[in-house]
């Protein structure tokens, strides 16, 4: 018995997914049951497209953050690169550029900010933290400049068209944030698994100095985790100035810590070298699906965040409990 | 239990028939050591024999499970590390724990510094540490910062801290694996001082040698069993050597090799400022050349560079006739040039990984299809590297932090021969590891050989150099002072060369 709880017990730690999964589906069946009757509309195919379009830009900085923080670095900045690329990209449909050109350049700006937190990080050996936090302030005073606090708006309808629905057969209807979310996540995930590139940025993390000896280039790799959070973060943007038909300079504000928690409650560890693309997501889909089952409880709207809070500092002292420190509570506790 | 010189005198810590069990790991089992006042007990087992585990025991990080820890006669409780602290119980790991910015001073009284008004007292800080200090007969300044000491100066620091607590019993992991000979020689009068004052030192080692030369008595573990306790005087080296391992090591190194062919590495005057000064060499195929001399020489800094993991400021390298431009580890490896680096933990391994992710970690490119890997061959290789090299482990998803430390080095010499190198620069290979892992590493270095490898071994053991390599090169600050042929070379010569006693010696 006890060796069966211990087998579990590893079996749980090794795989995060797991266990996040399992607190998705306990929260799942509490909403559910928490309020009987026609009222909760809790599980209902609508609530959860509500929750899934609420999650999706976030989602795409999720799978870039994850990266980051697997080979030990951190990336404050994709809140306002978010502002920044759906801005670019706005502002340039505006002016008459073609829908898929102004998406492009918005990408670039995402990349080139992500090459500048990398190289500075990297080649000058700024810590990733205050570089970030420069480059978050930066850029985001860049977005408020070009659009002096006014929001873009009169963006042309082919595309806003990609904040709305995908058709299939005519009758099922799914939004594109969704489709992209599912599709940016599930190959992210299954290229940071398998993919020889990606197996890099475990090892950089893991030990930046034995990935040297082992042959790997890891500032290439480096940089290129803060490539891709600047991409997608860009793409985020992109995205939901779609759904939203317009741009703001205050758009993504605050998302980093909402981010980087998903991150870290899916199992990834700020020293580096752990964590994969599915249990962030489910990290972040879990908040998304606390914050959403409270609403329709009617819970108070500023416990959202205590909750949240609540749930971090829970999943990463799980992380940190073995049998040993619980002994030691234990005895702690009776003397 | 036999008694030796001690004879008469009261344990000061004394264990009863303790034993401890972990999930996956050996650990102690019905352990009984007595440790006099005024002894110095060595302890001495291969790698997972459970000579950490009783020291973590004995010094409140694990609880045993069974049996009873007496310190002068009084059964302990043994809750955490800061309960043993208290009792008097003092341990010196292998590793040092000292921090780098601080003074002299303030690591030996950190956490317990004398104040005045609240605050430091900086002048009586340093005069109580110069009090620490003083039988260790060394000059220290005690206001230098400690990152700017010798490894052996701070291994000296490192215990001068656990002694100012006026401890009872003094446990010493592995002391010397990173010293000089003479500071070695400058550690055991120290360690003979201190316990004639009437501690108790418990005194891990791997070195044969240095029991004989400082010890009381010593106690072999093997498997968590205590397999033998004698005095020093009554016990040889091939006693305890038998008793650790439990069979006859036929022969302590490999026979040299045959053929050795024709030259693979040339070398010609590279320099690095501050580091190493023109140096020379050549190297063939199916050699072990070895690199001799004091810490600091320059050695392991000529291999880096060679590995381009630093950079040389002038001189040429050419491979097989061809000149040679490596930038970065990358290219070095990409032209059949590998290196195992003398700091494991801190530049080989991924400790919080598995077996398998890091035996692969250098040679992704060979498991993997248009940039996608294949988990099967992954495994299957790691598992026939396992097999082959003889890596004691669970499994291959264990957690190489949970390898002993010949383990580990032989999972980090499985994971650069998988590569099939033309050169091998193997630094320090069998620092830190135990008897039967050292011999089938010197093995492994010598079949390597056989199959035409240029194998180039920094050691800083002399048997070793003496033993195992077919050519020496000594380095003296940054230079390379002398060439020795294995025929020729002795101690006395390479010690000589090594400490700029000029003459050359040279010979082939």
């Known amino acids: ?335 | 239990m036999t008694m030796g010189i001690t004879e008469g005198a009261e344990p000061i810590l004394e264990l009863r028939h303790v034993s401890k069990k972990f999930p996956a790991v050996r650990a102690l089992e019905d352990v009984s050591i007595q440790v006099k006042g005024g002894e110095i007990h060595a302890l001495i087992g291969e790698n997972g024999a459970g000579k950490s585990t009783l020291m973590k025991v004995v010094g409140g990080i694990h609880p045993a499970d069974t049996g009873e820890i007496l310190l002068d006669g009084e059964v302990l409780r043994l809750g955490t590390p800061l309960d043993a602290l208290r009792l008097g119980i003092r341990t010196v790991h292998q590793e040092i724990s000292l921090a780098p910015n601080l003074t002299v001073a303030e690591n030996i009284f950190a956490g317990n510094e004398p104040t005045r008004y609240g605050l430091i007292d900086r002048r009586e800080l340093n005069r109580r540490a110069l009090e620490v200090l003083e039988p260790f007969k060394v000059k220290i300044p005690v206001n230098s910062r400690v990152g700017l000491l010798s490894t052996g100066l701070k291994q000296i620091v490192e215990i001068a801290r656990a002694m100012a607590g006026s401890p009872r019993l003094l446990m010493l992991d592995e002391p010397t694996s990173s010293l000089e000979r003479h500071e070695t020689e400058r550690l055991i009068g120290i360690l003979r001082g201190l316990a004639s004052s009437g501690i108790g030192i418990l005194y891990v080692t791997h070195k044969l040698k240095e029991i004989f030369q400082l010890a009381d008595r010593v106690t072999v573990l093997r498997d968590g069993r205590r397999v033998m306790v004698k005095p020093v005087s009554e016990t040889h080296p091939g006693e305890i050597v038998r008793s650790m391992v439990g069979r006859e090591l036929e022969r302590i190194y490999p026979p040299a090799g045959g053929d050795i062919g024709g030259e693979l590495l040339r070398v010609e005057g590279i320099t690095k400022d501050s580091a190493f000064e023109d140096v020379s060499f050549t190297l063939r195929r199916g050699e072990i050349l070895g690199f001799s001399g004091l810490i600091g020489a320059g050695r392991t800094e000529v291999a880096q560079s060679l590995f381009g993991y630093l950079r040389k400021d002038a001189g040429a390298v050419y491979l097989n006739g061809e000149r040679l431009d490596i930038r970065c580890p990358t290219d070095s490896l990409n032209s059949g040039i590998a290196y195992l680096p003398e700091e494991r933990k801190a530049l080989g391994l991924y400790l919080g990984m598995s077996v398998v992710d890091n035996f692969v970690s250098a040679n992704l490119r060979k498991y993997s299809r248009l940039g996608i890997l294949s988990g099967r061959e992954m495994d299957g290789a790691c598992a026939g590297a396992v097999d082959m090299f003889r890596i004691r482990t669970p499994s291959i998803r264990q957690h190489v932090r949970f390898l002993s430390g010949g383990n580990q080095q032989k999972l980090l010499l499985a994971r650069l021969l998988a590569l099939k190198p033309r050169i091998l620069i193997a630094d320090e290979p069998t620092r830190g590891i135990d008897v039967g892992a050292k011999s089938e590493v010197h093995t492994m270095l010598r079949r390597l050989c056989d199959e035409g490898v240029g194998v180039i071994v920094i050691s800083s053991e002399l048997p070793e150099v003496l033993g195992l390599c077919d050519r020496i090169l000594v380095f003296h600050e940054g230079r390379i002072s002398g060439e020795v042929s294995r025929r020729a070379a002795t101690e006395e010569k390479i010690m000589h060369l090594a400490t700029g006693g000029g003459l050359s010696v040279e010979e082939t």
């Open chain 1, 1 to 335: 018995m006890k060796d069966i709880l211990e087998r579990l017990q590893k079996l749980l730690q090794a795989h995060r997914e797991f266990v996040i999964f399992g607190v998705l589906v306990l929260g799942c069946i509490s909403f559910y049951l928490a309020q009987p009757g026609e009222q909760n509309h809790f599980m209902t195919i609508g609530n959860w497209r509500v929750i899934a379009v609420n999650i999706s830009t976030d989602a795409l900085m999720v799978v870039g953050m994850t990266l980051v923080i697997i080979a030990g670095g951190f990336d404050l900045s994709v809140g306002s690169t978010l502002a920044l690329g759906g801005i670019v990209c706005g502002k340039l449909m505006v002016a008459g550029v073609a829908v898929p050109v102004a998406m492009v350049a918005g990408l670039s700006v995402g990349a080139l900010i992500g090459i500048v937190n990398g190289l500075i990080i990297t080649k000058i050996g700024v810590n990733p933290l205050i570089t970030t936090l420069a480059g978050m302030i930066i850029v985001r005073g860049l977005a408020q400049v070009v659009t002096q606090a006014s929001p873009v708006t009169g963006l042309p309808s082919s595309f806003t068209a990609l904040g709305g629905d995908m058709e299939l057969f005519g009758w099922v209807r799914i939004p594109w944030p969704i489709v992209l979310m599912v599709v940016v996540v599930l190959v992210a995930d299954f290229l940071l698994r398998r993919s020889r590139f990606l197996r890099q940025v475990y090892y950089v993390g893991g030990n930046e100095e034995a990935a040297r000896f082992s042959g790997i280039r890891v500032d290439r790799v480096r940089i290129f985790t803060y490539v891709m959070t600047g991409v997608l973060s860009a793409l985020a943007g992109i995205m939901s100035s779609a759904r939203l038909i317009s741009a703001s300079a205050s758009a993504g504000d605050g998302a980093e810590l909402r981010v980087i928690s998903a991150v870290v409650i899916g199992g990834a560890s700020l020293s580096g070298g752990v964590g994969t693309v599915l249990g962030a997501f489910l990290g972040l889909l879990l908040v998304g699906v606390i914050e959403n089952g409270m609403e329709i409880m009617r819970v108070n709207i500023y416990m959202k965040n205590v909750v949240t809070g609540m749930i971090l500092i829970l999943a990463v002292s799980a992380d940190r409990l073995d049998r040993e420190k619980l002994k030691r509570f234990w005895r702690w506790l009776r003397s």
